[in-house]
């Protein structure tokens, strides 16, 4: 009777002190971050950057700064409207991504940016025709040249007029093809390199999307 009692006292005793163990362990996984996706091409920022604010325009001559960023996914690539190939190849990808997140009913759509390097010739009115013609919901953005670089220089986006570029209206600007994805919070999120496959940025996108909504 004795030994059954102490058996009893024990096995309460370890229990008190399993119990509150094995709580904290569940509270610690239940709180823990969920995993990072797994990506088919894009790089995730596990710890997305804030912006330091720049002023620039749309092509509506309306100010967009780090602000303007907030509240949307926000997709966005840097160029030129008179681009031969990466530029319209960049933009026409980003339109199939757009198509395919719709066929596959994500909403809302990300929205989409170009943002021109070359404001000399590139002002709000030419973005407007020049962003329209891949989606009427592209967004053109543009600005002087000291407030695009304290964007692009956040970025990691390097542009520069080449220097096999003699005429001073017929030259060719050189800029990086990185597609950059903001968060709704305006932060730089992840980065899609070339070459651009629409189907892979498209499943990226709601992995990362995904992902971020369980994190919050």
């Known amino acids: 009777m004795l030994y059954s ?51 620039l325009v749309d092509d509506h001559n309306a100010p967009f700064t780090q602000d303007s960023l907030r509240g949307q996914w926000s997709f966005a690539f840097f160029g030129y409207t008179h681009c031969p190939d990466v530029c319209p190849n960049a ?26 390097v070359d404001p000399a010739r590139d002002t709000p009115d030419t973005l407007a025709g020049y962003v329209a013609y891949f989606h009427p919901a592209f967004v053109g953005v543009t600005g002087e040249d000291a407030e695009l670089k304290l964007l692009t220089r956040q970025l990691g986006i390097l542009y ?29 999120q992840a980065l899609f390199g070339i070459p651009h496959d629409p189907q892979k940025i498209a499943a990226d996108f709601v992995a990362i999307r995904d992902w971020y909504e369980a994190s919050q």
Not at 20 to 43: H, K, M, N, R
Not at 160 to 188: C, M, Q, T, W
């Open 5 to 55: 009692k102490m058996k009893s006292n024990i096995a309460t005793r370890v229990a008190g002190r399993i119990i509150p163990v094995l709580a904290a362990l569940w509270l610690l996984v239940s709180c823990s971050q969920p995993e990072l996706p797994q990506l088919a091409g894009g790089t995730l920022l596990p710890e997305a950057r804030p912006l330091t604010p720049f002023t």
């Open 91 to 116: 933009l026409g990808a980003l339109k199939r991504v757009e198509t395919l997140l719709e066929a596959d009913g994500v909403t809302p759509l990300p929205r989409v940016l170009f943002v021109s």
């Open 160 to 188: 520069g007029r080449s220097p096999d570029s003699s005429n001073d209206k017929d030259y060719v600007v050189d800029h990086s093809a990185a597609i950059i994805l903001f968060n709704p919070e305006g932060h730089y």
